[in-house]
């Protein structure tokens, strides 16, 4: 539903700052010039438990704590983690023995559990309870001797972890195209499940081919592509269509931020770009623009998607309406060994009030 309601744009510093440059310029468009602000956007549940859990850790056992890729996908919350205290490396093996490590909110294989378990490492495990639940299904249809096709990019972290569950069943179907040409061993007895930030469309269009060559295919027991993945594209497909430009707030390899590019222009945008700061906004991008589109990917902080509405306000933009096709409540817990330890804390403190 769209709302008429002009938003402030809150005077906030700029972050990074880099090279100086010039000011974007407020020209003159035909017809009223505006900012369409797609919401839901940024933060989901899982990367804000996933964040949080570092900066818990941090405080919890103090600098360093060492993190197993980047905790969420994004360089600006990767950047402010580090600046607290934490250590962001590609495999355990590069950690000290007996350190505190956290798991990303993408997830991990059991190997990776192990290799760390090897290592006396204190694993606090931030994969995202969606995440999680695809591992489970994984795992459950494994037991069960099906393939598993799995729909997601390979090489993606989340994807290693889910395949790494069941490796001797699981295939990775990369794009429709491969739905074309991946071999099953019986096809009676194959599933699919997929990563939880592919475009929808797209996954629907492998799992239609798939299932053309696999009549018998079965579905995941409920959806894999995670609810502030369809969130967000669902709000981005609407102000696409009235958009000349939209712009998606988020990095490069963030999977759920560069779907929403894709889709924004699939659904209408004259252009799409993503930026993972303000002062990527290029002048030329703003030619003849009346409406500008804005949102960000599910691990993208507030604050990133403000600074470009900023900018977007000095070039002549700062008539804003936000457009929202959806309410998030959803709040995850954190991670059970921070709560134990953090909860054992807090009782032996309550101990050592008693005794004295
Ligand atoms: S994008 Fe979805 S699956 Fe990934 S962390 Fe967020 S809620 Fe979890």
Same mark, same amino acid.
């Given at each position: 539903?769209?709302?008429? !309601?002009?938003?402030?744009?809150?005077?906030?510093?700029?972050?990074?700052?880099?090279?100086?440059?010039?000011?974007?310029?407020?020209?003159?468009?035909?017809?009223?010039?505006?900012?369409?602000?797609?919401?839901?956007?940024?933060?989901?549940?899982?990367?804000?438990?996933?964040?949080?859990? $570092?900066?818990?850790?941090?405080?919890?056992?103090?600098?360093?704590?060492?993190?197993?890729?980047?905790?969420?996908?994004?360089?600006?919350?990767?950047?402010?983690?580090?600046?607290?205290?934490?250590?962001?490396?590609?495999?355990?093996?590069?950690?000290?023995?007996?350190?505190?490590?956290?798991?990303?909110?993408?997830?991990?294989?059991?190997?990776?559990?192990?290799?760390?378990?090897?290592?006396?490492?204190?694993?606090?495990?931030?994969?995202?309870?969606?995440?999680?639940?695809?591992?489970?299904?994984? $795992?459950?249809?494994?037991?069960?001797?099906?393939?598993?096709?799995?729909?997601?990019?390979?090489?993606?972290?989340?994807?290693?972890?889910?395949?790494?569950?069941?490796?001797?069943? &699981?295939?990775? &179907?990369?794009?429709?195209?491969?739905?074309?040409?991946?071999?099953?061993?019986? +096809?009676?007895?194959?599933?699919?499940?997929?990563?939880?930030?592919?475009?929808?469309?797209?996954?629907?269009?492998?799992?239609?081919?798939?299932?053309?060559?696999?009549?018998?295919?079965?579905? +995941?027991?409920?959806?894999?592509?995670?609810?502030?993945?369809?969130?967000?594209?669902?709000?981005?497909?609407?102000?696409?269509?009235?958009?000349?430009?939209?712009?998606?707030?988020?990095?490069?390899?963030?999977?759920?931020?560069?779907?929403? !590019? @894709?889709?924004?222009?699939?659904?209408?945008?004259?252009?799409?770009?993503?930026?993972?700061?303000?002062?990527?906004?290029?002048?030329?991008?703003?030619?003849?623009?009346?409406?500008?589109?804005?949102?960000?990917?599910?691990? !993208?902080? =507030?604050?990133? &998607?403000? @600074?470009?509405?900023?900018?977007?306000?000095?070039?002549?933009?700062?008539?804003?309406? @936000?457009?929202?096709?959806? =309410?998030?409540?959803?709040?995850?817990?954190?991670?059970?060994?921070?709560?134990?330890?953090?909860?054992?804390?807090?009782? @032996?403190?309550?101990?050592?009030?008693?005794?004295?």
């Amino acid at each position: 539903m769209s709302s008429p !309601v002009a938003l402030p744009v809150p005077q906030i510093p700029r972050r990074r700052p880099t090279a100086v440059r010039e000011p974007l310029q407020d020209r003159p468009v035909d017809g009223r010039k505006r900012v369409l602000l797609a919401a839901p956007r940024g933060y989901c549940a899982g990367v804000d438990r996933a964040v949080v859990a $570092v900066e818990k850790a941090l405080q919890r056992y103090g600098a360093p704590v060492y993190v197993r890729k980047q905790i969420v996908h994004n360089i600006h919350v990767v950047t402010e983690l580090e600046a607290q205290g934490a250590i962001f490396v590609d495999e355990v093996d590069e950690i000290p023995e007996g350190s505190h490590v956290v798991f990303s909110a993408h997830g991990v294989s059991p190997m990776v559990v192990s290799a760390a378990e090897d290592r006396h490492l204190h694993a606090i495990d931030a994969t995202c309870p969606l995440v999680t639940k695809v591992h489970r299904e994984a $795992v459950r249809f494994a037991r069960d001797d099906f393939e598993i096709l799995l729909i997601g990019h390979d090489g993606h972290e989340e994807v290693e972890g889910t395949a790494g569950e069941a490796p001797d069943h &699981v295939t990775v &179907v990369n794009s429709p195209a491969e739905a074309d040409t991946v071999e099953v061993r019986d +096809p009676a007895k194959v599933v699919w499940l997929s990563q939880t930030t592919l475009s929808v469309d797209e996954t629907m269009e492998t799992v239609n081919r798939l299932r053309t060559r696999f009549p018998e295919l079965q579905d +995941p027991p409920s959806d894999d592509i995670c609810y502030a993945t369809q969130n967000r594209q669902v709000a981005i497909k609407k102000v696409a269509a009235d958009a000349d430009l939209v712009i998606v707030v988020g990095s490069a390899n963030s999977s759920n931020s560069v779907r929403l !590019v @894709e889709v924004a222009r699939e659904y209408g945008a004259k252009a799409a770009y993503r930026v993972d700061y303000a002062d990527e906004v290029q002048q030329e991008w703003l030619d003849g623009v009346a409406t500008v589109g804005v949102t960000s990917g599910a691990s !993208v902080p =507030e604050v990133l &998607v403000q @600074e470009v509405l900023q900018v977007l306000a000095e070039a002549g933009y700062g008539d804003v309406e @936000e457009v929202r096709t959806a =309410e998030e409540d959803l709040m995850f817990s954190l991670p059970k060994e921070l709560r134990q330890d953090i909860s054992g804390q807090r009782d @032996e403190r309550a101990l050592g009030g008693r005794s004295r």
